[in-house]
């Protein structure tokens, strides 16, 4: 009785707090933190490889950090690729309109081929700006998959689909992204157009944020796990 009521909440502060130290400890060099993300999503999904639940929401964080990785390493910068994406983008406001997050994707695709156009005119070396529009078209999409989840799960997979907390914190990350790469976005506009070169608190923000939420996401992830693994364990 008593291990069934304070080992939950022991595990929660025992990994979180092992968490947080492990994201403060690999700041600043991404290739171990995302070693380290991979190997526990990795590893959460092997031990809830039997939950259909966990390990579908699983499958979208690693579908959404391969596309990310194959879009920085293999996205070229060029006015073919800009236009592409840039048409791609308004494709998924129509087709996201329900969501909110895809009025800031239009502002950025308005603003973006703006100042793309602009640039040329006047013969700017344009910065990357379009890489941003490029993770938050991705993050649109990823909120959009998963709202369908339970339903795709529960078509094609199994009946037993249904929503757990590691949606919600994954739809809500999404967000967060979205708003802090749009805010850097912003501020290329102001250093690249308006002459405030001093205009760097997003950017330089930005690695921490992102740190962040990626180590909240590790602890969700960790957490929904046990959360459904731990029952069993205590019949067994």
Same mark, same amino acid.
């Given at each position: 009785m008593i291990l069934r009521a304070y080992l939950p909440?022991?595990?929660t502060a025992l990994f979180g707090g092992l968490f947080?130290?492990?994201?403060?400890f690999t700041f600043g060099n991404a290739l171990?933190?995302?070693?380290?993300?991979?190997?526990?999503?990795?590893?959460t999904a092997i031990l809830c490889r039997k939950d259909v639940n966990v390990l579908s929401v699983i499958a979208? $964080?690693?579908?959404?950090? %391969? *596309?990310?990785?194959?879009?920085? !390493?293999?996205?070229?910068?060029?006015?073919? /690729?800009? +236009?592409?994406v840039y048409i791609t983008g308004f494709w998924l406001v129509y087709y996201f309109w329900y969501d909110w997050t895809s009025k800031i994707l239009l502002l950025c695709l308005i603003?973006?081929?703006?100042?793309?156009?602009?640039?040329?005119?006047?013969?700017?070396?344009?910065?990357?700006?379009?890489?941003?529009?490029?993770?938050?078209?991705?993050?649109?999409?990823?909120?959009?998959?998963v709202f369908l989840r339970v339903s795709m799960v529960e078509s094609y997979i199994s009946p037993k689909a249904k929503s757990i907390n590691l949606d919600w914190v994954l739809y809500k $990350?999404?967000?967060?992204? %979205? *708003?802090?790469?749009?805010?850097? !976005?912003?501020?290329?506009?102001?250093?690249? /157009?308006? +002459?405030?070169?001093n205009a760097l608190f997003a950017y330089e923000a930005l690695p921490y944020i992102i740190h962040a939420l990626s180590t909240l996401l590790i602890w969700t992830t960790f957490n929904e796990s046990y959360k459904q693994l731990f029952p069993q364990l205590i019949k067994a």
């Open positions: 909440k022991f595990l947080v130290a492990a994201s403060i171990v933190f995302d070693r380290l993300f991979l190997g526990v999503i990795l590893f979208i $964080i690693f579908l959404q950090h %391969i *596309i990310e990785e194959f879009a920085w !390493l293999y996205l070229p910068s060029s006015y073919l /690729i800009k +236009g592409l603003l973006g081929i703006s100042t793309e156009v602009y640039w040329y005119v006047i013969g700017y070396e344009p910065p990357q700006t379009f890489w941003y529009v490029c993770i938050i078209m991705i993050c649109i999409s990823i909120r959009h998959l $990350i999404n967000a967060v992204i %979205i *708003i802090a790469q749009t805010t850097v !976005l912003f501020e290329y506009y102001l250093r690249h /157009i308006f +002459g405030f070169k």
